[in-house]
């Protein structure tokens, strides 16, 4: 498995997203509009006429508090514009979960999905095919997190059925996550993993970062921050 997951980390693409897009993406992420009911309670003056129009006041008061207070500055998914337009993960059909946290900015996703089960390699030529009927349970889904910021700093996640697939955690270091899950945590050289199943998913959570040498990190981003994307995953499909 380690082996697999290596020669992906290798072929990883590179951003190459300009810094004006850079910054259009990151404002839409970043700043949200204010709800227009908080709005109107910004702009409402305090001395009212009537009783009645005070007792509107309170019940508008009332109805403010009970709002959820911006929510998408804290569920919304990383670089979630460009996750929705992925056709294969919104097609899903069981309960996934995806970061909603990197410790360097995203601009720009990169998917592909990968069939564990048996292929028609019909004339040998193009990708060969799954086999009817498919199992949708032996899908491995890929989603590359990539950054233009220099050095180069990427994720790659892969998401795969629990029962399809054995992982071996030799080597690995167990980490407990804040929901009490263990996680598998190792760094190889080439990346930092941290793998753990949840829920009949298995994640295998992997982050690369060059030097300005564009070599490969020698020392590690913070372990700190490789669990901190892992305690930020949040359902995304029921």
Known sequence: ????????????????????????????????????????????KWALPTIGSLVAVALLAFFIWTLPQNSFSHQAFLAEEHIVEIKELQEIERKIKLPTY???????????????????????????????????????????????????????????????????TKGYEPVELKNGIIAYYMFNGNAQMMYWTDEGVNYHLNLIAENKDKSIRKEPIPREEIIKIAESFRVYKK
Not at 33 to 43: A, D, F, G, L, S
Not at 115 to 131: I, R, S
Not at 153 to 160: A, N, R, V
């Open 1 to 44: 498995m380690n082996d697999h997951l290596e020669n992906q980390l290798r072929s990883m693409p590179t951003a190459t997203l300009g810094l004006e897009n850079k910054r259009r993406i990151h404002d839409r992420l970043m700043n949200y509009e204010e709800h227009p009911v908080q709005k109107t309670w910004k702009n409402m």
């Open 102 to 168: 990197a410790p360097f900015e995203i601009i720009e996703v990169e998917y592909f999905q990968q069939y564990l089960g048996p292929k028609d390699f019909g004339n040998g030529e193009g990708d060969p095919a799954p086999l009817e009927p498919v199992d949708p349970k032996l899908y491995v889904h890929n989603i590359s997190y990539l950054s233009n910021e220099e050095p180069f700093k990427g994720i790659h996640l892969i998401l795969s059925d629990s029962t399809a697939e054995e992982v071996d």
